[in-house]
């Protein structure tokens, strides 16, 4: 008898130990949490699977009979604190999901994108994380202002965004600074001078009014209460400060003003705008209702570009990624996703080619 309870002691101990190996303190808290809710020998959660995830872990139970899924549902508290973090408990095909997020931001997440979840937005894009993912409704925005000091992650953040959109929505790019974007040439509508800027904007300024009439005539307000083919489009600008043509600038800001309804947004990157670098006049500017600022060198720039009471910016630790993210009432700190361009290049292998050629798509339309 004392041999037994000795092995099983030692038995103890050494799961313990293996329990609580670096690296697996999220995983070692769930199961200790578990151990004092159902104290040997009653039934208990058993795990089956684990998995880490970008922020944290996933780990999945099967309930033996006498635990119900309401029993560890009511129980989220205990591990939410176990495990100093965020925990989600779901019910899958019989089995017992817990997702827990760290409580605290790593300093690096890569980039992973999965519109699934977000069913119930009509243009879901990632943020980032804070330390939970963070998504936008880029239709509800419908615009978003990326800044930040040079070399903290406003052209990395454009990438994934891109690579979000692409399954979902047309992209067009203003890339005056020709660095990164080239390799979308066939997936995209890509401008990389002036002139093909001002094309560009040109006909998406047709296209806009082409929608107005179209949903006029169905007598719907929004593109999501039109029923026909009509898929979101989204231009992106990365440094909007390198725009010089007036033309460009007077059809950028009349997209602006004017696209909410017909499912065009306007996503623009800059460094920072200074009253020197005017870049749209102030009440397009506050038609971003959507702001991602990471690093900014003052108090002053941040409060420019998140607003008088906002100068977090400033004060961000010097991460690249790290950012405040704010949209009506919600400011966060969070860290985007890194996508390098050598992977995001991979992520295409595979997509067909879908060259849009927004110029001619609007051209080639019968008359009205
Ligand atoms: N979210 C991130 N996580 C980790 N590293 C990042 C992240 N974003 C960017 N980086 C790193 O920082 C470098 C600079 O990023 P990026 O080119 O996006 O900066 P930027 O703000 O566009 O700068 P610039 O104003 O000079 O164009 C990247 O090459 C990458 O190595
Ligand atoms: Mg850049």
């Known amino acids: 008898m004392q041999e037994e309870a000795y092995l099983s002691d030692v038995g103890k101990s050494l799961r313990d130990l293996w329990r609580h190996r670096p690296g697996q303190e999220i995983p070692a808290a769930v199961l200790d949490t578990v151990d004092a809710l159902w104290p040997e020998p009653k039934p208990r959660p058993q795990l089956t699977h684990k998995k880490k995830t970008p922020g944290g872990w996933h780990l999945i139970f099967t309930l033996p009979p006498g635990v119900s899924f309401r029993e560890v549902l009511n129980r989220q508290e205990y591990f939410a604190d176990a495990c100093r973090g965020f925990v989600e408990i779901r019910k899958v095909a019989g089995y017992c999901h817990i997702n827990i997020r760290a409580g605290h931001l790593e300093n690096h997440y890569p980039y992973q994108w999965d519109s699934a979840p977000y069913q119930s937005m009509a243009l879901p894009v990632p943020i980032g994380y804070s330390p939970a993912l963070e998504v936008l409704d880029l239709a509800e925005a419908p615009h978003l202002l990326v800044a930040g000091v040079t070399g903290f992650g406003k052209s990395n953040y454009l990438l ?209």
């Not at 890339?175 to 390799?183: A, G, I, N, V, W």
Request: hydrophobic share 45%; net charge positive; with cysteine.
């Open 160 to 368: 994934g965004l891109i690579h979000s959109l692409l399954p979902v929505a047309k992209v067009a790019i203003i890339d005056l600074k020709r660095l990164q974007f080239s390799y979308l040439k066939n997936h995209t509508a890509l401008a990389k001078n002036e002139k093909e800027a001002v094309q560009l904007v040109g006909a998406l300024n047709r296209e806009m009014e082409r929608r107005i009439d179209i949903l006029e005539s169905a007598g719907v307000e929004k593109i999501q209460d039109y029923k026909g083919d009509m898929p979101f489009i989204v231009l992106v600008i990365d440094e909007v400060a390198e725009i010089s043509d007036p033309e460009t600038i007077r059809l950028v800001d009349r997209i602006v003003r004017l696209a909410r309804a017909t499912g065009i947004s306007v996503v623009a990157a800059t460094q920072r705008p200074s009253k020197r670098v005017q870049l749209f006049k102030d009440d397009t500017r506050d038609m971003f209702a959507a702001r991602l600022c990471y690093l900014m060198p003052d108090e002053v720039s941040s409060r420019m570009i998140l607003g008088e009471n906002c100068p977090l910016a400033a004060q961000l630790p010097e991460v690249k990624g790290r950012g405040i993210y704010k949209f009506g009432v919600t400011v966060k700190e969070i860290q985007s996703m890194h996508l390098p361009l050598r992977q995001a290049k991979k992520l295409l292998q595979g997509q067909e080619v879908n060259v849009w050629d927004v110029t001619q798509s609007v051209k080639r339309l019968p008359p009205r």
